[in-house]
T-cell receptor
Framework: GAGVSQSPSNKVTEKGKDVELRCDPI?????LYWYRQSLGQGLEFLIY????????KSGLPSDRFSAERTGGSVSTLTIQRTQQEDSAVYLCASSSTGAGANVLTFGAGSRLTVL | AQSVAQPEDQVNVAEGNPLTVKCTYS??????LFWYVQYPNRGLQFLLKYITGDNLVKGSYGFEAEFNKSQTSFHLKKPSALVSDSALYFC???????????FGKGTRLSVIA
């Protein structure tokens, strides 16, 4: 597609429920990233996929968070048993390769509110 | 592991005055440095990057940034601020390997008419 597409744009859920957030990267981009943006916390790296390599999961805050990328394209971020502190904007970005000088293109984000 | 510090949460500047948004970094080896901007209710946009070569890099909307290796800094600058420059600015760094891009906490720039 022309840009990085994320859905849903807004999600309100109750504490303890599971949520899935979807990212559709730019066609042909091999690298895909998930970040979390909370008020006062800036952009927090969560997970990074690069081609067929094992993902870098070093930023996932707990084992309630997981992500997969199917067929090297669409990615889903899953948060199990959501907590109020999970409320944030979840941003997806993609780039043509994972290394070096390549610029990330960001989606508009998915705003998650956990009540 | 690489890291970025943006020491100012908020920068206020009068329209027409020069602006500086500060960034320092820590990385093993040679850094790749970036600035991104987030306008109200809009997504993050790439502004400029430093890879190698001239220490002064120019980007979109009249912004520039100066790479200073000895001070490990990459401050964002603009000679004359506009009200429309008001936004949230993020500095980011990665090393030359296959590592994720790490962002700072952001600096909110407010340009006052």
């Amino acid at each position: 597609g022309a840009g990085v597409s994320q859905s849903p744009s807004n999600k309100v859920t109750e504490k303890g429920k599971d949520v899935e957030l979807r990212c559709d990267p730019i066609s042909g981009h091999t690298a895909l990233y998930w970040y979390r943006q909370s008020l006062g916390q800036g952009l927090e790296f969560l997970i990074y996929f690069q081609g067929n390599s094992a993902p870098d999961k070093s930023g996932l805050p707990s084992d309630r968070f997981s992500a997969e990328r199917t067929g090297g394209s669409v990615s889903t971020l899953t948060i199990q048993r959501t907590q109020q502190e999970d409320s944030a904007v979840y941003l997806c970005a993609s780039s043509s390769t994972g290394a070096g000088a390549n610029v990330l293109t960001f989606g508009a984000g998915s705003r998650l509110t956990v009540l | 592991a690489q890291s970025v510090a943006q020491p100012e949460d908020q920068v206020n500047v009068a329209e027409g005055n020069p602006l500086t948004v500060k960034c320092t970094y820590s990385v093993s080896g040679n850094p790749y440095l970036f600035w991104y901007v987030q306008y109200p209710n809009r997504g993050l946009q790439f502004l400029l990057k430093y890879i190698t070569g001239d220490n002064l890099v120019k980007g979109s909307y009249g912004f520039e940034a100066e790479f200073n290796k000895s001070q490990t800094s990459f401050h964002l600058k603009k000679p004359s601020a506009l009200v429309s420059d008001s936004a949230l600015y993020f500095c980011a760094v990665r090393d030359s390997g296959n590592t994720p891009l790490v962002f700072g906490k952001g600096t909110r720039l407010s340009v006052i008419a």
